[in-house]
């Protein structure tokens, strides 16, 4: 007794699946920018304010992808506000306002649920679609 099979659409279903693996990269991008954002508003609250020049500079940027791998960034600072990198590395200054690590306290305060909350808003989106 002898069988023959014939497979097709090979090329297809290995298109879909690319493709299913590209979506899934750009969502988690998207969540992990979305996440970032968040980190961002609470940065932006701890901000040192004098003139308000550095705190209008707090941002998330991103998602970068290269390769496998997908970040995003909270950042401060730019050309009208060179000492960015001394206010939040300065833990002996004072401030009315707002503390040194602006942007490193509230990273490391997501840092333990960031992976979670990432996965959360990727789920989210792709059950409502």
């Known amino acids: 007794m002898s069988a023959s099979f014939k497979f097709t659409g090979l090329a297809e279903m290995q ?4 493709a299913a693996a590209d979506n899934a990269k750009k969502e988690l991008g998207r969540a992990l920018r ?3 954002d968040t980190v961002a508003e609470e940065a932006k609250a701890q901000t040192p304010v004098k003139t308000g020049a550095l705190r209008e500079t707090v941002r998330a940027e991103g998602p970068f992808y290269e390769g496998d791998r997908i970040s995003a960034a909270v950042v401060a ?12 590395e300065d833990l002996e200054a004072e401030h009315a306002v ?4 602006f ?5 490391m305060a997501s ?3 960031l992976i979670v909350a ?9 059950a409502k679609s």
């Open 103 to 107: 942007v490193e306290r509230p990273l």
């Open 34 to 36: 979305e996440e970032m």
């Open 118 to 126: 990432v996965a959360k808003r990727a789920g989210a989106k792709h």
């Open 111 to 113: 840092a333990q649920s």
């Open 15 to 18: 298109r879909k699946i690319q």
């Open 98 to 101: 707002g503390n040194a690590k």
């Open 77 to 88: 600072g730019g050309p009208g506000v060179k000492y960015a990198v001394r206010v939040h």
